[in-house]
Protein backbone atom coordinates (compact mmCIF):
# COMPACT_ATOMS: atom_id res chain seq x y z
CA UNK A 1 0.00 0.00 0.00
CA UNK A 2 2.92 2.25 1.30
CA UNK A 3 4.50 1.84 -2.61
CA UNK A 4 0.98 2.18 -4.02
CA UNK A 5 0.73 5.27 -2.25
CA UNK A 6 3.90 7.08 -3.07
CA UNK A 7 3.47 5.53 -6.94
CA UNK A 8 0.42 7.10 -7.29
CA UNK A 9 1.67 10.84 -5.79
CA UNK A 10 4.90 10.42 -7.67
CA UNK A 11 3.01 9.94 -11.33
CA UNK A 12 -0.07 11.81 -11.13
CA UNK A 13 1.73 14.97 -10.36
CA UNK A 14 4.61 14.09 -12.72
CA UNK A 15 2.17 13.18 -15.90
CA UNK A 16 0.34 16.27 -16.19
CA UNK A 17 -0.30 18.09 -19.92
CA UNK A 18 1.30 21.56 -19.96
CA UNK A 19 -1.88 23.53 -19.28
CA UNK A 20 -0.61 25.44 -16.37
CA UNK A 21 -0.91 29.32 -16.74
CA UNK A 22 2.00 31.43 -17.25
CA UNK A 23 3.34 32.05 -14.07
CA UNK A 24 3.81 35.80 -12.67
CA UNK A 25 6.97 36.73 -10.51
CA UNK A 26 5.04 39.29 -7.83
CA UNK A 27 5.37 37.21 -5.27
CA UNK A 28 8.85 36.29 -5.49
CA UNK A 29 12.40 38.00 -5.04
CA UNK A 30 13.48 38.05 -8.75
CA UNK A 31 16.26 35.80 -9.37
CA UNK A 32 19.55 35.56 -11.78
CA UNK A 33 17.16 33.45 -14.98
CA UNK A 34 15.18 31.72 -12.84
CA UNK A 35 12.09 30.00 -14.73
CA UNK A 36 9.25 30.22 -12.07
CA UNK A 37 7.30 26.61 -10.65
CA UNK A 38 4.60 26.73 -13.09
CA UNK A 39 6.91 27.03 -16.09
CA UNK A 40 9.45 24.12 -14.87
CA UNK A 41 6.54 21.59 -14.18
CA UNK A 42 5.28 22.35 -17.49
CA UNK A 43 8.62 21.80 -19.31
CA UNK A 44 9.14 18.96 -16.94
CA UNK A 45 5.97 17.15 -18.82
CA UNK A 46 6.29 17.90 -22.42
CA UNK A 47 9.27 15.83 -21.47
CA UNK A 48 7.98 13.02 -19.88
CA UNK A 49 5.09 12.84 -22.41
CA UNK A 50 7.62 12.82 -25.31
CA UNK A 51 9.40 9.91 -23.58
CA UNK A 52 6.14 8.19 -22.69
CA UNK A 53 5.00 8.39 -26.14
CA UNK A 54 8.22 6.65 -27.47
CA UNK A 55 9.12 3.29 -27.59
CA UNK A 56 12.02 3.87 -25.28
CA UNK A 57 9.44 3.41 -22.35
CA UNK A 58 9.13 0.28 -22.61
CA UNK A 59 12.81 -0.37 -21.78
CA UNK A 60 13.67 -0.46 -18.07
CA UNK A 61 17.05 1.00 -18.70
CA UNK A 62 15.97 3.81 -21.11
CA UNK A 63 13.67 4.59 -18.41
CA UNK A 64 16.02 4.91 -15.48
CA UNK A 65 18.17 7.04 -18.00
CA UNK A 66 15.53 9.75 -18.70
CA UNK A 67 14.68 9.76 -15.17
CA UNK A 68 18.11 10.23 -14.07
CA UNK A 69 19.51 12.42 -16.28
CA UNK A 70 15.61 14.48 -16.94
CA UNK A 71 13.04 14.35 -13.93
CA UNK A 72 15.44 13.85 -10.86
CA UNK A 73 17.22 17.00 -11.00
CA UNK A 74 13.66 18.70 -10.81
CA UNK A 75 14.18 17.96 -6.77
CA UNK A 76 15.88 18.54 -4.28
CA UNK A 77 16.87 15.48 -2.54
CA UNK A 78 19.24 17.36 0.20
CA UNK A 79 16.28 18.67 1.43
CA UNK A 80 13.99 15.76 0.80
CA UNK A 81 16.65 13.70 2.66
CA UNK A 82 17.15 15.95 5.63
CA UNK A 83 13.64 16.35 6.26
CA UNK A 84 12.30 12.32 5.40
CA UNK A 85 15.40 10.71 7.69
CA UNK A 86 15.59 13.72 10.72
CA UNK A 87 16.94 13.28 13.62
CA UNK A 88 18.95 10.31 12.13
CA UNK A 89 20.22 12.62 9.00
CA UNK A 90 21.85 15.49 11.76
CA UNK A 91 23.69 12.51 13.00
CA UNK A 92 25.28 11.16 10.07
CA UNK A 93 28.62 12.07 8.98
CA UNK A 94 29.74 14.13 5.22
CA UNK A 95 29.61 10.87 3.87
CA UNK A 96 26.92 8.96 5.13
CA UNK A 97 24.61 11.54 4.16
CA UNK A 98 26.04 11.24 0.99
CA UNK A 99 25.44 7.87 0.71
CA UNK A 100 21.66 8.10 2.11
CA UNK A 101 20.47 10.83 -0.99
CA UNK A 102 22.47 8.25 -3.21
CA UNK A 103 20.61 5.80 -1.94
CA UNK A 104 17.24 8.26 -1.66
CA UNK A 105 17.45 8.70 -5.40
CA UNK A 106 17.80 5.51 -6.62
CA UNK A 107 14.71 4.04 -4.41
CA UNK A 108 12.68 7.33 -5.82
CA UNK A 109 13.79 6.06 -10.08
CA UNK A 110 13.42 2.10 -9.01
CA UNK A 111 9.99 2.97 -7.61
CA UNK A 112 8.88 4.48 -11.00
CA UNK A 113 10.58 2.88 -12.88
CA UNK A 114 9.05 -0.50 -11.50
CA UNK A 115 5.79 0.72 -11.22
CA UNK A 116 5.68 2.93 -14.86
CA UNK A 117 3.68 0.69 -16.89
CA UNK A 118 0.32 0.30 -15.37
CA UNK A 119 -0.11 3.91 -13.93
CA UNK A 120 0.77 5.79 -17.50
CA UNK A 121 -1.48 4.20 -19.94
CA UNK A 122 -3.68 5.98 -20.98
CA UNK A 123 -2.11 9.39 -19.19
CA UNK A 124 -4.64 10.96 -17.56
CA UNK A 125 -5.88 14.54 -17.64
CA UNK A 126 -4.03 17.01 -15.22
CA UNK A 127 -4.60 20.71 -14.76
CA UNK A 128 -1.71 22.91 -12.83
CA UNK A 129 -3.30 26.31 -11.59
CA UNK A 130 -0.85 29.02 -10.69
CA UNK A 131 1.36 29.04 -8.00
CA UNK A 132 1.21 30.04 -4.43
CA UNK A 133 3.34 31.97 -2.10
CA UNK A 134 3.95 29.29 0.92
CA UNK A 135 7.27 31.25 2.53
CA UNK A 136 9.83 33.76 1.47
CA UNK A 137 11.29 31.03 -0.71
CA UNK A 138 8.84 28.41 -1.52
CA UNK A 139 5.66 27.60 -4.03
CA UNK A 140 3.31 25.34 -3.99
CA UNK A 141 1.55 24.50 -7.59
CA UNK A 142 -1.97 23.35 -7.44
CA UNK A 143 -2.79 20.91 -9.52
CA UNK A 144 -6.01 18.26 -10.58
CA UNK A 145 -6.05 14.86 -11.82
CA UNK A 146 -8.93 13.81 -13.86
CA UNK A 147 -8.52 10.16 -13.79
CA UNK A 148 -12.33 9.68 -15.16
CA UNK A 149 -15.38 11.41 -15.84
CA UNK A 150 -16.50 12.94 -12.59
CA UNK A 151 -13.51 11.57 -10.41
CA UNK A 152 -10.50 13.54 -9.93
CA UNK A 153 -7.83 14.06 -7.30
CA UNK A 154 -6.04 17.28 -6.02
CA UNK A 155 -2.74 18.03 -4.89
CA UNK A 156 0.02 20.36 -4.94
CA UNK A 157 3.40 20.10 -5.58
CA UNK A 158 5.92 21.80 -3.21
CA UNK A 159 8.75 23.60 -4.35
CA UNK A 160 11.19 25.85 -2.74
CA UNK A 161 14.24 27.92 -4.68
CA UNK A 162 17.70 28.20 -4.06
CA UNK A 163 21.07 28.69 -6.20
CA UNK A 164 19.99 26.79 -8.92
CA UNK A 165 16.29 27.27 -9.37
CA UNK A 166 13.18 26.39 -7.90
CA UNK A 167 13.27 22.67 -6.85
CA UNK A 168 10.68 20.33 -5.88
CA UNK A 169 10.74 18.98 -2.51
CA UNK A 170 7.38 17.32 -1.80
CA UNK A 171 4.21 16.36 -3.39
CA UNK A 172 0.69 15.96 -1.92
CA UNK A 173 -2.41 14.33 -3.45
CA UNK A 174 -5.64 14.23 -1.78
CA UNK A 175 -3.86 15.65 1.37
CA UNK A 176 -1.24 12.78 1.52
CA UNK A 177 2.76 13.80 1.14
CA UNK A 178 5.13 11.46 -0.06
CA UNK A 179 7.38 12.18 1.36
CA UNK A 180 5.42 12.28 4.58
CA UNK A 181 4.94 8.26 3.17
CA UNK A 182 8.76 7.72 2.64
CA UNK A 183 9.16 9.31 6.19
CA UNK A 184 7.13 6.46 7.53
CA UNK A 185 8.94 4.11 5.51
CA UNK A 186 12.31 5.10 6.59
CA UNK A 187 11.26 4.90 10.17
CA UNK A 188 9.99 1.54 10.09
CA UNK A 189 12.86 0.26 8.96
CA UNK A 190 15.03 2.08 11.69
CA UNK A 191 12.58 0.38 14.14
CA UNK A 192 12.90 -2.99 12.67
CA UNK A 193 16.54 -3.02 11.80
CA UNK A 194 18.45 0.20 13.48
CA UNK A 195 19.93 3.66 12.02
CA UNK A 196 22.31 1.69 10.05
CA UNK A 197 19.11 0.61 7.99
CA UNK A 198 18.88 4.10 6.30
CA UNK A 199 22.29 3.35 4.81
CA UNK A 200 22.29 1.53 1.40
Known amino acids: ?28 PPGPQWAGPNEILASAFERLRAFV ?38 QMSAEQRTQFKQGMKRRFIELIVNGMGPYISPLPRVRFYPARPAGPDRADVPM ?4 QPGVSMRGYFHLQSGPAGWKIFDAS ?26 LP
Open 173 to 198: MNGISGLFLFRQFLLQQVRLNGPNAL
Open 144 to 147: EVFL
Open 1 to 28: MLRRHILIILLASLIAPATAQAYQPPFY
Open 53 to 90: ESPAIHNGALAAEFLETQMAPLFDFEAMAAWAARPYYQ
